[in-house]
T-cell receptor, first 113, second 110 residues
Framework: AQSVTQPDIHITVSEGASLELRCNYSYGATPYLFWYVQSPGQGLQLLLKYFSGDTLVQGIKGFEAEFKRSQSSFNLRKPSVHWSDAAEYFC???????????FGAGTQVVVTP | NAGVTQTPKFQVLKTGQSMTLQCAQD?????MSWYRQDPGMGLRLIHY???????DQGEVPNGYNVSRSTTEDFPLRLLSAAPSQTSVYFC?????????FGSGTRLTVV
């Protein structure tokens, strides 16, 4: 069965420090990969996506992610976090052409001054 | 261009009541889906539709019904609400570029 794992439930990072959120998936073929961000009480905003091609993907708000097929990973990174990056982040995997998304449990990011 | 519109935004139901969560899109996307979000569990697929007249079950379909009579609308029905259905519900559409989510409906069943 397909699965998506975000190993870190909660991460605390200082403003200006770098951030890396981990995502691992289990799926037989190359999936479609997404990262979403959700602020409290809000909907989901797409940060970036990977369908094919260059394995380093640039997204909005200064985020990037790298697809590593050998590690079945799609980790999200930001070189320098801002207080406004405090939110919950979800990795999602689309596993067929009709894209039934499977989500990870999410990682809550807290940014300290 | 409103994208994906969900109504209502908030709802409180008593156990056993029924209600319909509405989802409408103006992007002419064939694929639509419903997810529920619970703390620590991410979003889980309830039902999905690949076009008008075609629906199928997702990961957690029990207690929910759907129908798709038009491309634009994909309502989610709770026939007899249970406290376990307290959640935030998101509707989404998909095209070749990815997914568009609605802003969600927060449902509390007491």
């Amino acid at each position: 069965a397909q699965s998506v794992t975000q190993p870190d439930i909660h991460i605390t990072v200082s403003e200006g420090a770098s951030l890396e959120l981990r995502c691992n998936y289990s799926y037989g073929a190359t999936p479609y990969l997404f990262w979403y961000v959700q602020s409290p009480g809000q909907g989901l905003q797409l940060l970036l996506k990977y369908f094919s091609g260059d394995t380093l993907v640039q997204g909005i708000k200064g985020f990037e992610a790298e697809f590593k097929r050998s590690q079945s990973s799609f980790n999200l990174r930001k070189p320098s976090v801002h207080w406004s990056d405090a939110a919950e982040y979800f990795c999602a995997v689309g596993t067929d052409s009709w894209g039934k998304l499977q989500f990870g449990a999410g990682t809550q990011v807290v940014v300290t001054p | 261009n409103a994208g994906v519109t969900q109504t209502p935004k908030f709802q409180v139901l008593k156990t056993g009541q029924s209600m319909t969560l509405q989802c409408a899109q103006d992007m002419n996307h064939e694929y639509m889906s419903w997810y529920r979000q619970d703390p620590g569990m991410g979003l889980r697929l309830i039902h999905y539709s690949v076009g008008a007249g075609i629906t199928d079950q997702g990961e957690v379909p029990n207690g929910y019904n759907v129908s798709r009579s038009t491309t634009e609308d994909f309502p989610l029905r709770l026939l007899s609400a249970a406290p376990s259905q307290t959640s935030v519900y998101f509707c989404a559409t998909q095209d070749s570029y990815g997914y568009t989510f609605g802003s969600g409906t927060r449902l509390t069943v007491v």
